[in-house]
């Protein structure tokens, strides 16, 4: 079959590789028909994450129709549209018992290498899922499989981190970074019933975007959290979202907090250590979270309000390429010329 992988930092290529099996009875095997690049994809592209072996597919985004499956398989049928999870979880160990699934015993990462689990990607034209009776779920017919496939991942995510932001109703909300995570927790933070929310970037388009999904934009830098705190008569936001995974980010997202405010980070880090101003959290009382999305246990919540057309994250799409132009979608996206890239998979 025909996949994308990284044959080394910052080049991609599209290749055959060998087809995935069915090597455990929980296992379904996916003809996948949309992938799509992820920010997370962007670490692994410039080497920050170890293990990614070359010849193996990478990306963990998907939508695809059921091929095979194990006996043990009961969630799903042959020639469901289904999509998944970015990480798989077994269903039945301590943490997933508790609903805990990204503190799974055996949790495992699509694309991302050994010592992240070790599975193959989903920028393939198959895929092998694991434990899929907790990683997968159908797509009711009125879903496309364009936005469907950001349920895996970064829709749930904005989710799951405006929910731990505790943003209620009439709650002033600041969002740093307006990538697509970010401009996904614009549109959720409004839904959770958000009355304004600030949202903060260096790139101007990006701050367009937000602005459309009526945001307040703010340019980031050192005066970003001072702006805020103008705005909001010299508290601060009532909820924070970082949603771009830097140290810089961070300390912004501090500093737009009000006292008893909870920052809730969604970006992904990858440095071993952050610079964090604990004297500032201790004095404000301030509660930070962080975490990878727990997806499965959002799954139903998200895909409710795609279905009831309540969300509409169908803004952040930029490109849609064939699989086989994959690598042309990796520098667009790395060089901000893209917003969100899909890719098709398959006629």
Known sequence: MKALTLAEPGRVEYQD?????????????????????????????????????PGVPIGH??????????????NVALGDRVTGSFFVACGHCWACRRGYFSQCAVVAL??????????????AERVRVPHADTTL?????????????LVGDILSTAYFVVDRAQVRPGDSVCVVGAGPVGLLCVEMAFIFGAAEVFSVDLVA??????????????IGGADAARQIRRMTQGRGADAVI?????????????????????????????????PISMGRAFSQDLTIRAGMANVPAVFGAVMALLSQGRLHPEHIFSHQLPLA???????????????????????
């Open 61 to 74: 985004e998907y939508v695809g129709i059921v091929d095979a499956l194990g006996k043990d398989v009961h």
């Open 110 to 123: 699509f694309g991302f290498g050994r010592r992240l689990g070790g599975l193959a990607g989903t920028q």
């Open 242 to 274: 970082e949603a771009v995974g830097s140290a810089e980010a961070l300390k912004v997202a501090m500093q737009a907090a009000r006292g008893f405010a909870t920052v809730s980070a969604a970006g992904v880090y990858t440095e071993s250590a952050l």
């Open 205 to 218: 388009s990006r701050l367009q975007q937000a602005e459309a999904l009526g945001a307040r934009p703010i």
């Open 17 to 53: 590789v060998a087809d995935p099996e069915i090597l455990d009875s929980t296992d379904v095997l996916l003809r996948v028909t949309h992938s799509a690049i992820c920010g997370s994809d962007l670490h692994a592209y410039h080497g920050r994450i170890q293990g990614i072996e």
């Open 325 to 347: 132009d994959g690598a042309q979608g990796y520098h667009l996206f790395d060089q901000h010329q893209a917003t969100k890239v899909v890719l098709t998979v398959g006629p």
């Open 137 to 149: 779920i159908k797509l009711p017919d009125n879903v496309p499989s364009e936005t469907g496939l």
